[in-house]
């Protein structure tokens, strides 16, 4: 039993555990103390564990470095103003016009978004603004629609017109006629919105195969990302095809034979009609760090759309750390036994300023000369031994009962008659 039983404790990071590690060239001008900020590549998101947490930045003292990372999310910040709609008319073969008044000046406001229960409309509208109802500004002219597929539920529609920060008391919106007439406008709301999309990096991604599947009436698109690992949460079909409408269900996988679904029924479209030009070909998904993604969509009765290229992206990450400029550094990974690291500087973040931050650089991937690879435990290494351990034991100890048994027997008086 003592050789089927293994165990004991070790530090974190122990250099002969990590099976690689890439030099880390500082940025120059920097001082001791500097924050700095490094982007894992290709060949650190194939080689390290699932959510890198067997990243370790250590520097030529062999000290390990603590390091926060960071993935960019979008952030949206959206703040509503109520507003009195008034002056509403409209001016035949000109445009339908309104006024929304915030009661007073000086609040600061990015957005007004109008309400109209049209569902077919497309125009162009202005917005305009004013502190004394007298005097007024012209801020941006922008495209307003809404487009419906009725025998498919579908409806698209953006009525919310995004201006440059003003502080005006007064709105004044006139959304043009184009030969439709009149626009009913059923009210209105003013907004301050602040949004900061997430920074994405594209990924390398080739279509490897397009196969058609006439029982169920759909395309299936496999695309190769390349390398395990990359994270990928967003796409883009580029398709020659117009005035298409398609339901397409993303899935992933790491071996094209065991497939997971991401998406189900998610809806793209192209149209160029009298009535509304616009496209929707993206589709965002759970992120996934499998290989492959398949695409299926779905037909009907259509012919398959003509697609060119599937284009992928995924969210930016980054580490970023304190050092000094008089020492050297290496990042290792590759370690699947390794934990994810806890450090203070999680809990300090928020109040550090890391914007704009130096870049440092690595070096390509080298292997860890000091790396041993740990092995299996006895009882994977020689499946045979277990078994074999237990029939000898069961062996000897039918042995011994037998010897005890005979040692009794042989003390027991005879039996009389």
């Not at 006439?214 to 398709?239: E, F, M, Y």
């Not at 003509?306 to 990042?331: C, E, H, K, M």
């Amino acid at each position: 039993m003592l050789l089927l039983v293994a165990s004991g404790a070790k530090a974190d990071f122990s250099q002969d555990s990590w099976r690689y590690y890439k030099d880390i060239v500082l940025p120059s001008g920097i001082r001791s103390g500097d924050l700095v900020e490094l982007s894992p590549d290709t060949e650190v998101f194939a080689a390290a564990s699932g959510g890198l947490v067997d990243l370790r930045v250590i520097s030529d003292e062999n000290q390990e470095i603590p390091y926060k990372l960071e993935i960019s999310q979008a952030q949206h910040k959206r703040t509503s103003f109520i507003v009195s709609v008034r002056d509403k008319g409209y001016v035949p073969g000109s445009y339908t016009v309104f006024t929304a008044d915030l009661g007073q000046a000086g609040v600061l406001h990015n957005e007004i978004e109008f309400r109209t229960p049209a569902d077919e409309f497309r125009r162009t509208a202005t917005v305009e603004a004013s502190n004394d109802g007298s005097a007024w500004a012209l801020l941006v002219e922008q495209t307003v629609y809404a487009f419906t597929v009725r025998e498919r539920g579908f409806t698209t529609r953006n009525t919310a017109i995004k201006y440059p920060e003003s502080t005006a008391r007064y709105l004044r919106v006139k959304i043009a006629d184009d030969g439709e007439g009149a626009l009913k406008v059923s009210g209105a709301t003013v907004f301050y919105v602040k949004e900061t999309p997430a920074a994405e990096v594209p990924r390398s991604s080739s279509i490897v195969s397009i196969d058609r599947d006439d029982t169920q009436s759909t395309t299936q698109i496999v695309i190769d990302i390349g390398t395990p690992g990359l994270p990928n949460h967003h796409l883009h079909i580029n398709a020659l095809n117009v005035n298409i409408f398609r339901e397409v269900d993303v899935q992933s996988s790491q071996d094209r034979e065991n497939w997971r679904t991401l998406v189900r029924a998610a809806e793209i479209f192209s149209f160029d009609t009298p009535k509304f030009v616009g496209s929707n070909m993206d589709i965002t998904y759970p992120e996934t760090t499998s290989r492959y993604l398949r695409l299926v969509i779905h037909d009907e009765d259509n012919p398959p759309l003509n697609v060119q290229n599937v284009a992928v992206w995924g969210l930016w990450r980054r580490l970023i750390f304190t050092v000094d400029p008089q020492r050297s550094y290496q990042l290792y990974y590759g370690n699947a036994a390794a934990r994810k690291p806890s450090y203070d500087i999680e809990r300090i973040f928020p109040y550090l300023i890391t914007e704009g931050l130096p870049e440092a650089k690595i070096s390509p991937q080298a292997a860890n000369p000091d790396f041993a690879e740990e092995k299996p435990p006895v009882s994977e290494r020689f499946p045979w031994l277990f078994p074999v351990v237990i029939a000898a034991a069961a062996i000897i100890v039918a042995l011994l009962l037998f010897i005890v048994f005979r040692q009794v027997r042989k003390s027991l008086p005879p039996p009389q008659e």
